[in-house]
């Protein structure tokens, strides 16, 4: 795949070498983060890159589009068939381009939006001060039960029955468990608002049906195409019919000009990919490390928030341990663990070095680890917050995490050798 580059462009072909490996040599907790499949990443470095296809199939403002128009058709019946949706728009840039769009589709600016408080797990998005959402909509926000972690619907919906927002936020950024979305639908409708979800985080665990879908009950659904689903950097529009018109116009001529053909290309394999039965075996994999890891970190004595998870993320409180998280996530990093410092509810540190630290388990289940190595990363987590300031100990895990991961090389493929997806478009199917 690099030959070209390595002769061209020598430095950047050793950096991303560097980089393959970095990726390879360590254990990798960020819950964002996971390892594409080499087919994914053929198509998104495919000629594609050089197609400019501003517009919707067969309503383009460009010509030349035979071919684009069918790749695109194809990412959008794959999407509306594996998340069981009226209509998708698989162009939007990323997640946060994704929301933006929702709102911009049922809402006026001014209007406001609803959504997690960002320090009890919520999205920068989803009105938060430093987001441009806060600046176009008036954002108020609720929070988790502080007692528990968990969400309180009854006070959700007391809030929204105060102020009456045009829009409710469901689905988050740092929330390790089960989101009732019906019951979001519920309050939406009792209210007159419309209900948004962002499910970036847990789109794989709801079309392998390890998670209820939001699809039935929102009139948006908002996601990444990365993280749990395991494709390309991109996002999506998922949508009733009623709203189909306005979520395209909003994302064209609304936000966005050319979409990245490349990124389409690469989000109709990743669909194809997550429509086997592979892929909920993998699925189910990520939520059973995750509980696993859970559960062995409490055993040495960390405090998670909600005291566990049903997903694939984590947080954990590091209060008990006095101990800030960027230090410990610092740390961690040096030992070849990678996660990010995190807030965590109730925080009163700055989020520039909160109290709590993030991890998830996509990526490590991608390398085919199972609960047994559940325990050694627990194991090592647990070593190194120990001894924070004590490098040869934290030089000692870092050699015993390069060995684990010499056991688990990053795959190449992840559906069966010689299974092949087919989607004729002579059929009908489409």
């Keep these: 795949m690099f030959s070209a580059l390595e002769q061209y462009d020598p430095q950047i072909y050793e ?53 684009t128009d069918l790749i695109e058709t194809v990412a959008i019946e794959r999407a509306k068939k594996i ?27 001014g209007d406001t939006i609803m959504g997690l408080l960002l320090s009890s797990g919520g ?11 806060s600046k176009i909509f008036n954002a108020a926000h609720y ?36 989101i009732d979305f019906k019951r979001f639908g519920e309050i939406a ?31 948006i659904v908002a996601t990444t195409t990365h993280k749990t689903l395991r494709g ?19 994302i064209i001529p609304g936000q966005q000009g050319g979409p990245h053909m490349h990124t389409i290309t690469a989000i109709a394999v990743a669909l194809a990919e997550a429509d086997t039965v592979e892929f909920i075996e993998y699925a189910g994999q990520i939520i059973k490390n995750a509980r696993r890891l859970a559960e062995k970190l409490m055993e040495y004595g960390f405090k998670l928030m909600s005291d566990g998870t049903d997903n694939h993320l984590i947080l954990i409180d590091l209060r008990n341990k006095g101990i800030p998280g960027k230090k410990t996530a610092k740390a961690l990093d040096r030992a070849r663990i990678v996660t990010n410092f995190n807030t965590i509810p109730g925080d009163t540190s700055s989020p520039l070095n909160p109290n709590g630290i993030r991890i ?26 120990e001894n924070l300031d004590r490098e040869s100990v934290i030089e000692k895990v870092n050699r015993e995490v390069l060995l684990l991961c010499s056991q688990f090389p990053v795959p190449d493929h992840f559906i069966l050798p010689g299974k092949k997806i087919i989607h004729p478009l002579s059929t009908g199917q489409m």
């Design 15 to 67: 950096l991303i070498r560097q980089e393959q490996a970095r990726q390879s040599g360590v254990i990798r907790l960020i819950p964002s983060e996971n390892y594409v499949s080499k087919a994914v990443m053929l198509a998104t470095g495919s000629c594609l890159t050089n197609k400019y296809a501003e517009g919707y199939p067969g309503k383009r403002y460009y010509e030349g589009q035979q071919v």
């Design 83 to 109: 998340f069981k949706a009226d209509h998708a728009n698989v162009q939007p840039y990323s997640g946060s381009v994704a929301n933006l769009a929702a709102y911009n589709a049922l809402a006026h600016p």
């Design 123 to 133: 999205h920068l998005t989803h009105g938060s001060k430093g987001s441009i959402t």
């Design 143 to 178: 929070t988790v039960d502080p007692a528990t972690g968990r969400l309180d619907y009854d006070e959700i919906e007391k809030l929204a029955e105060k102020i009456h927002p045009k829009i409710i936020i469901s689905g988050y950024t740092a929330y390790p468990r089960e």
């Design 189 to 219: 409708g009792k209210v007159g608002a419309f209900h948004v979800s962002d499910i970036a985080h847990i789109s794989g665990l709801v079309v392998a049906g390890l998670h209820p879908s939001p699809v039935p009950y929102a009139d």
């Design 232 to 250: 390309p950097r991109g996002g999506m529009l998922l949508c009733k019919e009623e709203h189909a018109e306005k979520v395209d116009k909003a």
């Design 360 to 385: 998830g388990t996509p990526a490590v289940t991608t390398r085919g680890m199972k609960e047994e190595q559940m325990d050694e990363i627990a194991r090592f987590i647990h070593t190194v917050v």
